[in-house]
């Protein structure tokens, strides 16, 4: 059985990568949803164990001693961290998994895990990602702008990413996912059988 495959995907906040992520999980019922770790406080509606395991700081930084985070980071003042556990228990099932972190985070799968697929979503502008932060209303004004700022960073880092795709139509955005979630399957060292296959019967 083949190993699952890692897919990391990043992208500024208020982009819309957990928009994007919530519909290609519905379409693909086999791609197992990472669930982080933080420190920051759960926003409205938030469901903890659901959309993020909410725990103290000092929790969190018992899991770092115990090894149990397969990454961690601080972004705008809060830590996020990936259970370690759940992520290597499925990948060795041979179930793909999604991780949804930020730039450090990301960059640090790619050394430990050289067959990570990284993907970066950008957005169509940086006054595009304002008034999306805006219009979703969960942050106030000092924290978005911190995360603006943040924004500027966290793009120049997507050119270490495997792949690059624009979130502007929100229907193509989903598609352009699909398809490199698609073609990352067909790769030549995925389906090298394939070509035995074919000839067995030559
Ligand atoms: P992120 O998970 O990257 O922080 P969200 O998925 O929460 O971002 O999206 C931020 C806001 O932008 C939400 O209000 C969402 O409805 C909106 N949004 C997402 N994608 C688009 C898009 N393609 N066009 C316009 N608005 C979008
Ligand atoms: P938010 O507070 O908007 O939910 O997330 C802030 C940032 O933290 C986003 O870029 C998100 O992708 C990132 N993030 C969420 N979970 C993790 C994680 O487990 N590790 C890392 N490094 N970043 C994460």
């Not at 940086?126 to 924290?143: A, F, M, P």
């Not at 394939?194 to 019967?201: G, H, P, Q, R, S």
Request: aromatic fraction near 8%.
């Amino acid at each position: 059985m083949n190993r699952g495959k890692l897919y990391v995907v990043s992208a500024p906040s208020g982009c819309g990568k957990g928009t994007i992520l919530a519909e290609i999980l519905k379409n693909n019922q086999n791609l197992f949803y990472s669930v982080s770790a933080t420190t920051r406080s759960p926003r409205e509606g938030e469901i903890d164990g659901v959309d993020y395991y909410f725990i103290a700081k000092e929790e969190f930084e018992r899991e770092i001693e115990n090894s149990g985070m397969l990454e961690y980071a601080e972004f705008c003042g809060n830590f996020y961290g990936t259970p370690k556990k759940k992520v290597i228990d499925k990948l060795e099932q041979g179930i793909d998994v999604i991780l949804e972190i930020e730039t450090i985070g990301a960059m640090k799968i790619k050394k430990a895990m050289n067959d990570a697929i990284l993907i970066f979503i950008l957005p169509p502008s940086v006054s595009e990602l304002r008034r999306r932060l805006n219009k979703r209303g969960t942050e106030e004004h000092e924290i978005i702008e911190k995360r603006l700022k943040e924004a500027a960073d966290e793009i120049k880092r997507a050119c270490d990413y495997d792949y690059i795709m624009m979130n502007d139509e929100l229907g193509k955005a989903i598609e352009d996912f699909e398809a490199i979630l698609t073609a990352s399957k067909l790769t030549n060292e995925n389906n090298k059988n394939m070509i035995e296959e074919v000839l067995k019967n030559a």
